[in-house]
């Protein structure tokens, strides 16, 4: 499992629940470092409490066929997206 956090406080508390790896995404381009930890393959799953600022990367992350579940906005609401950037994408890893 691989956590996404805004601070070091929250790193060690991604660790303590079970994180394998933790990435502070306002250090490293997050999108970019689970590349390399998936060794480009993506994730099953990305659990996106944050919202606009992180929704996009989020998907760049997906293998295909994987999930991606929204349940908050910390950061503002995400922007009406077009159902075909899915399709965009799915082709595209």
């Not at 579940?69 to 910390?74: A, C, N, Y």
């Amino acid at each position: 499992m691989i956590g996404t956090v805004s601070t070091a406080e929250k790193a060690q508390l991604a660790h303590n629940a079970g994180a394998d790896e933790v990435i502070l995404y306002t250090q490293a381009d997050f999108e970019q470092e689970t590349r390399r930890l998936t060794g480009g393959k993506g994730v099953d799953v990305v659990f996106d409490s944050v919202g606009q600022t992180t929704f996009l990367k989020g998907l760049n992350v997906i293998r295909p066929r994987g999930m991606m579940v929204l349940f908050g906005q910390s950061s503002g609401p995400v922007e009406p997206v077009n159902p075909q950037i899915s399709t965009r994408k799915a082709r595209c890893s």
